[in-house]
């Protein structure tokens, strides 16, 4: 039998050593240019270009430096003063790095910008003894593959901002509306139960601490739910008998992590679209399922159901659609795990509405 007697060509393990290297790297670059992150990320760095020290740094003072002649970082502003200035990569001669130092392996230095969106950020310094063509091409390379993962960071904090702007959008939306009725419903028991009264402040009390915390973009199904409950006994206080709810949870996936108010939203449409405006009364019910992979969440009402094209318009983010959040749920998700994940509307005129949200039991970078 033929056996493998050593790991490819010198070629191939100094390209598997490269990319090691890299990967080790770049988990604290995707985390941005902070002191701490170039501090983690320096030593790899310089493994990439093998020389006797290397420096990160923001636009004007370093930030994280690996090597041999530390005694050289108070000129590190000077060479990035002037890299930023030029916006483009330097090189620097022994006059620019005077050393009294015997010995010392500082003599030269190659700067070159680190650019997030046509955006000087930061540079990296490489330093060494002497000055060659390759250090500086290969400065000039790594300090691109740098600028790729501060890049990719930067979507990564945009997409967090976008995802905390939506969800303050929601609250805001849903908030006055829920609140009116709530302390409405809440003052009717004072005089006549006033014990129903208490208990209902306090559901009222944790729904509001729920839905307003400031803390992860993303809750476990169980929070979610939790919060949908206390909605609903505040809702239930208002209609009376009018409002009956169904429950059917799968145990298995209340610990699956879902983006904050994806949930309570979609109750809150179907009680609205299911009781408000109507003399009759209304069937709420709330089933999650274990599918594989997936954790399916639905929600349904028997109410007057609705047009699609205005479902669909709401989904398309139609401000002007009286939807709490529809679109704003349907974004969310789909931005968080892809457009296969968006919610799926069922409905029409006389038959109800049902509404399925379908998430992924694991994804990357996903947890509550």
Known sequence: MWRR???????????FRTLHTAALASPALREGLTRASAERAVRHLRDLLGTPALAVTDTADCLAWDGEGDHHQHQVSALVSTTVEKGRTQSFSRGDLSCAVPGCPVRIAVVSPLVVEERIVGTLAAFAAYPTAGLALAADETARWVS???????????????????????RAQISPHFIYNSLNAIASFVRTDPDRARSLLLEFADFTRYSFRRHGEFTTLADELRSVERYLILEQARFGDRLSVKLSIAPEVLPVAVPFLCIQPLVENAVRHGLEGGAGAGTITIQAHDRGGDCVIEVEDDGAGDDPEKVRRALAGDTSIDSVGLGNVDGRLRTTY??????VVETAPGAGTKVTVRVPKFAPGVSA
Request: aromatic share 2%; no cysteine; glycine share 10%.
């Open 5 to 15: 007697t050593h790991l490819g060509t010198e070629a191939d393990r100094a390209t």
């Open 148 to 170: 790729g993962q501060l890049e990719l960071a930067e979507l990564d904090l945009s997409r967090t901002r976008l995802m905390e702007a939506e969800v303050l959008a929601l």
């Open 338 to 343: 892809g457009d296969q994940y968006g919610l």
